[in-house]
């Protein structure tokens, strides 16, 4: 036996809704902030903190929010008022509290793969907050494993669809970042099914590994479940 054995998939973007809250509440900082500075110009310098602090606090709505408190202290030169801190702190402690919304198709599709397949959920993140997407998207019991990780790297998928599955050559990984997703997976011998997702993180941008056999883009999740089913 050869075939596929194992999926991987992401969770923010890729089975639910995730970025649009965070372009949301960075639209409220601009306007929360605009006595203070031009939109395009806090935007850059959230960007900035943003990718600074991936390296202290990881990823997801904390870190978020302490860039967010950050970038309104750089650009106000540390005149911010404490009530405006207090009010980007509630806004962060909104987004952890911000309902799951499910992607089109997803459950049906991640309930049909389940029958047949290993089904693991590859994430990174704030772990308190993936626990707590997890258990509301109520997809939970579909999956045989759920990895939250620091970040998604070509050992991460090795690793982890060796201690799941069949390793990675027998696995497929789909998502919506194809720098987190879908290059380290290839990377580490899996196929990497790319679902964009309309909005995107900057800092997950990276070239399409065109070149690359294990390469596919489908338009959703349902496509992608026709191609792994048809992968011998
Ligand atoms: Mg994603």
Known sequence: MTGITTIGFDADDTLWHCEQVFKDTQDWLIDLLADYVEGDHLSERLLEAERRNINHYGYGAKSFTFSMMETAMDVTSDRVPASVLRQIMEAGREMLSHPVHLL?????????????YKIILITKGDLFDQERKLAQSGLGDYFDAVEIVSEKETDTYRTVFSRHGNGAARSVMVGNSLKSDIVPAIRAGSWGI???????????????????????????????????????
């Open 104 to 116: 089109p198709q997803v459950e049906k599709t991640v309930k049909g793969l389940s029958l047949d």
């Open 194 to 232: 790319y679902v964009p997702h309309d909005v995107t993180w900057e800092l997950e941008y990276a070239e399409a590994p065109t070149d690359a056999d294990r390469f596919r883009t489908v338009p959703n999740l349902a496509d992608a479940a026709e191609f792994i089913r048809s992968l011998p």
